[in-house]
Every structure is written in C-alpha cells, then in structure tokens.
C-alpha cells in the first residue's frame, strides 16, 4: 500500500480538481503498483508559491505554478514497476488532470514492512494482521 503525498501550489487548482488529481493517482497505484482498491493513502498539501522552488535540474523543463510532486512511500516495486508508473502518471495526469510533463515530479521512497502502523499501536504487518 502506498502512501502518497501530493504537493502543489495554492490557488492554482479548484477542490474538483485536486480531487481528480488523487483519483487519476490513485488509479495508477492500482493499475501499475498492486495497490488494493480500498488501500487509498494520500495528503495532499497547497503551498504559497514562495514555499516551492523546482528548477529543472538543467534538463530544459520550463516550470509554470500548476506544478505537481508526488511522493510515494512504498515497499517491495522492482525498476521497471517504477518506471511504469512514472510514464502511466504523466500519461493519466496529463490526458485526464491537464498536468503537463514539464510540471510533474514523481519520486518514489522505499521503506519496510517494519515501517508502518495503521492505528492502535501495532504493526499490522509484523503482527499479521496485513
């Protein structure tokens, strides 16, 4: 199950929008991650515009405000896994959310079974409970 995190910057997207961010996101974690369909995780957080600064790394991507980072903390996806969902997120943000591909940055950061407690104190994962 991954968590995601959604930035962008304030005032830049209407609520229906933002909404149709985490569902296209959310899909591509189905679709492409195995994520079960009701193994939803997102925080999505608006920014001031001073509160982002995203150069292109020299690699000539000209930024605009409707920039979008996802992070996604996740455990056990191979190369190829992230790379799939690298291109099916700029493709279904793009066709279905407007996200232009020089405003989408994707990192994914991997973690451990160990790292996750979904209420109660316990480790569901450890505990086999998940």
Not at 90 to 97: R, V, Y
């Amino acid at each position: 199950m991954p968590l995601v995190k959604i930035d962008v910057i304030k005032g830049t997207r209407t609520r229906e929008e933002i909404q149709k961010l985490g569902a296209t996101i959310q899909r591509v974690m189905i679709e492409h991650f195995g994520a079960p369909r009701r193994d939803r995780y997102q925080i999505v957080t608006q920014h001031e515009d001073y509160e982002i600064m995203c150069e292109d790394t020299d690699l000539g991507f000209p930024r605009s405000n409707k920039l979008v980072i996802i992070q996604i903390f996740q455990q056990g996806r191979d190369q190829q896994q992230k790379k799939t969902v690298y291109r099916a997120l700029h493709e279904s943000l793009s066709s279905q959310c407007g996200v232009s591909g020089n405003d989408l940055i994707v990192t994914c950061v991997e973690n451990t079974r160990e790292d996750w407690s979904f209420g109660m104190g316990e480790a569901q994962f450890l505990t086999n409970q998940l």
